[in-house]
């Protein structure tokens, strides 16, 4: 919705062709008619897009890349939000799961076509902020070990109100990210809050995007 808000040009995947277009008219609904988003099953707009964002439960993450992967263009660019919330296999959401290659977006670039980038990004960003109106107030760290990936998802955050995007560094610290995420949940059940992150002490340089 932010994105389309912006001008972007989006469409949202689903595993259902059908369930993806309900979801992209709702959007159309707040984002206004001239809106460029549509929706699609999943392997149609993997097909139709140069940038990928992940955005689904961890317990279908491997499933279905695997699935895109053939459908995955030379030259996207993969986002990874996921989270690997203990809730995935009915633990709590407060919690995480142990990933074999350390973080969600590390299993991804592990499942992805040789020569993806694979960037890890908004798992600190929640749903309930992105959703209100106005600017959010939280940042997005980057990370990814394409660093000509890195400018490229910070200038799409700071099309989102509000977001400062941070390059992070490495692909490996996106496990890092992912953690902070299972913090934040906790604090929002523990103090009914919808919790972001803000990085302080940094020079304006590293939140500025040229
Ligand atoms: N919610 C947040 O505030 C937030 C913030 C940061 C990061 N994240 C992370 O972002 C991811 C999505 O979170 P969410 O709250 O949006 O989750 P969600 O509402 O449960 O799932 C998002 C969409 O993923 C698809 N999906 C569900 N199960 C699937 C499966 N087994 N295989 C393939 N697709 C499946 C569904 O779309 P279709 O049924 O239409 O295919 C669903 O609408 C999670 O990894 C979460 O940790 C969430």
Redesign the pocket.
């Known amino acids: 919705m932010r994105w389309a808000e912006a001008g972007e040009t989006v469409i949202v ?4 062709a059908k ?2 277009q309900d ?1 992209a008219d709702k959007i159309k609904v707040r984002a206004g008619a001239n809106a460029k988003i549509s929706g699609a099953e ?1 392997i149609a707009a993997c097909n139709a897009a140069d940038l990928l964002v ?8 491997a ?2 890349l695997k699935q895109l992967k053939p459908a995955i263009r030379p030259g996207t660019i993969v986002i990874d ?5 203990a809730a ?1 296999v009915g633990g709590r959401a407060s919690r995480t799961l142990g990933v074999w290659q350390g973080s ?1 977006a590390q299993q991804t670039a592990e499942l992805v076509p040789k020569g993806i980038s694979v960037v890890a990004a ?9 959703n209100a109106d106005g600017p959010v107030d939280c940042d997005v760290i980057v990370c990814s070990d394409d660093p000509a990936a890195i400018p490229i998802v910070r200038a799409l955050a700071t099309k989102i109100p509000g977001a400062r995007a941070i390059d992070g560094g490495k692909l490996e610290n996106a496990r890092i990210l ?1 953690q902070i ?1 299972a913090l934040l ?1 906790g604090l929002n059940i523990r103090h009914k809050g919808h919790s972001g992150i803000r990085i302080t002490g940094l020079p304006p340089a590293a939140h500025e995007v040229v």
């Open positions: 995947g689903s595993r259902d369930r993806a979801a999943n992940l955005t689904i439960p961890f317990e279908g993450h499933a279905l939000a996921t989270v690997p919330l995935s969600a908004f798992q600190n960003l929640g749903a309930e902020l992105l992912e995420t949940i």
